[in-house]
Every structure is written in C-alpha cells, then in structure tokens.
C-alpha cells in the first residue's frame, strides 16, 4: 500500500466510514456493498470506491467488502491504535463537554491530563480525573509526555499557551480557541471553528427558501 | 449572478474567508490580495481566486480585493443577513459552551430559546436566556416560529426529537448528538461529529513520525 496516495481531502472523509463501519459491527454486520454504505451515507457509491481504492482494493466484486477488515484498515491509516496522550487545557463548559463525550480510547487516543488556570474548577473532577493547576503544566508534560494538548481556552490566551506548550513540547493540537493557529515545522494543529458549520447550515437554508 | 455555480465544497470553505474578512475589518485593513489571503490562511492564491471567482469576480488586478465589499458578498451568499432564529435543545456542557460562544448574530442567526428535560437545569439562565422545560416546546414553536435547531442532547434521545422538531415545523437542524440524522425532503441537517477531526489529527500525527 502506498499511503502516499491518500489524499488530504480523503483522509478527511475517512473518520465518517470509520464511525459507520463501528456501527455495522455493532450490528454484527459481516459484509456491506459499497451500494449499501452509499445509501446509508449519501455518498455516491462510485465516490467510495474511489476513496476505498486509494488504500488498496478491499471490495470484491458482487460480494462486497469484509466489515471488520476494512474497518481496522482505516483504523490503521489514520492511526486509530496508537493510544496517542491527550490532556485538555480549560476546562469550561466546552472542555468539559469534549472531555466527556468525545470517545478517545475508539479514536486511537487516551485523556490523561485536565488543566485549567481557576481555582473554582482546579481540584474538581471530570471523568474520573482531577483538574490540575497550570503552574504543574511543565512539570506534568516531562513526566507524562503527552502528545496532543486539546486547546478550549479563550481566544486571547491561545497564542501564548500554544507557544508554553511547544515548549513543553507537545507536538499536536486540537484548538478549539476559534484563533487560527499556525502549526510551526514538525508540529499538527487542528484548528477547529464549531461556528463555520452553522453558515454552511444557513447557506443551505436560503437555497430551499429560494426553490 | 449565478448562484447554481457555487459547489457545495466552495460553500464550506467561504465560512473561513468569512472570518478572515471580519479580522481584517476589524484592523481597519481596506484592501487584501490574494496573495496575502494565501499566506495567512494557508491556502494557494489561485484556489483562492478560484474560489472567488465562482461567485463574481470582486478582485482587480494589481489592487485585490475589497475588503468590506467582499465580506458583505460572502455574507449574502451564506445568508449571514438572515437572522434566522435559533432555539437549543438540551443545556448540558454543550449546549451551554455552543449558547455562549457561538457568535450566532456574526453568522445570520439569533439565539432565542433554550430547552431542557431536567429540573435542575429548567429555569436557570444561560447567555440572557431562561431554560425552558421541553414540555412547553411546541407551543413556544408556534408563537415564535423558530428556524434552526440546535441538538445538543444525548444520541439515544435524537430520533424521536428530531420528529417532534418537524412536526413542531423546524426546518433546520444542527446536530451534535453523534446519531447521523438523514434529512427528509424539504428539511436541512447539518450532522456535527466533533470527534472526526481529532482523528485527522491523529492522521498527521502518525505521518509526521513516519518522516
């Protein structure tokens, strides 16, 4: 397999099958056509043979493809097994929220670490861990070497936390702080802005209303 | 105008060049180019024209863009002019960082209406707003006519609101409860999964090590 091949905009799609073919399972489904996922998912079924192609050819053809197999083999692409550490820095209602719901173990991380600068929330406990102050941040990373740091800070603070934790070095981060981070050489930001989503929504609402 | 020009991928990236805009107006900036467009957001200048292009070509050459006109434009396309009225259901963690750091106003939206099951969260205030209790949904629907539902409520629970929310005559749902709801004709959803980009991180992660 040449995973030099899989493109940035599949690689983008991939979570999705990934989250569909865990359900199947659940489901005890052995095999799925890629006419059946195109249903289900509203994808054309010609759109994922080509993305399931870009890894190799796992379907057979009027038999479909093998559920578990093509499940771990995504798993493995994006690295869905390699318990990466995470500690989250703010712990509001949003890092809260990600703490709690998001399922890190199935998507091949591991939350160990809460840090948060109030000395209302240091000490609480969120999912099973205590929340730490951020005076123990430096000491914390040497110790445990965590891999991404989940940034639900306030937009201000971002840029000198970013830089405090590269520091630390800490090398990937999933920022929630709607300050666009840029990811200097060797480091992976993930910057995410919940509110882009909520336009392509009303987008999509102006364009029935004109039908 | 034609606005049948605009693909569905051009739509989910004008949101970031939405925001970008609003930072520039914000320090008072008058003009950008695409090259300058390129290099902050990290995208090449000619998918930026490209893209800009798609919707009437606003840019001169040898000046840029106009910065206001430009934000404007993009505004209307994505109807940020609509104020479209929105209502949450369920106040968890979510529900209340998604109420208080949305800026709903900046993206074509109002926020008036919070809905809850539980008693220790109906009647508390969050972001100016009295939680209501789910019971008076529908009657709040019909006096107030809200556009846009926000479901930020347990997965096993979706199903069966996101029917009551029709039947209550809501046409647009943004959906954070992980259960992917398939939108019947006529009725917008925009399915939300937090979780998907932390594996495109992972993603990156793994490809980094492999250098």
Not at 23 to 32: F, G, H, M, S, W
Not at 114 to 119: A, E, G, N, Y
Not at 149 to 171: D, H, S, W, Y
Not at 198 to 206: A, E
């Amino acid at each position: 397999m040449d995973k030099k091949n899989v493109s940035i905009a599949v690689v983008k799609r991939l979570p999705r099958y990934f989250r569909y073919l865990g359900d199947l399972i659940k489901n005890d489904v052995l095999k799925v056509s890629s006419n059946e996922l195109s249903k289900k998912m509203q994808v054309t079924a010609s759109q994922i043979r080509q993305d399931l192609n870009c890894f190799g050819g796992f379907g057979q053809q009027g038999y479909g493809y093998n559920v578990l197999s093509l499940y771990n083999e995504i798993g493995n692409i994006l690295g869905a097994n390699r318990n990466y550490k995470v500690i989250i820095i703010g712990i509001g209602n949003l890092g809260n929220a990600i703490a709690n719901n998001v399922n890190f173990e199935k998507r091949g991380a591991k939350l160990i670490g809460l840090f948060d600068v109030l000395p209302s929330i240091i000490g609480t406990v969120c999912n099973n861990l205590i929340v730490n102050s951020m005076e123990n941040l430096e000491s914390f990373c040497n110790e445990y070497k965590p891999d991404i740091a989940v940034l639900t800070l306030p937009k201000k603070e971002a840029p000198e936390i970013f830089k405090r934790l590269i520091k630390a070095n800490i090398k990937s981060f999933w920022n929630f702080s709607n300050m666009e981070l840029i990811a200097p050489e060797g480091i992976c930001v993930e910057n995410v802005h919940i509110g882009d989503s909520l336009m392509t929504l009303c987008y999509c609402i102006k364009t029935n209303e004109g039908k």
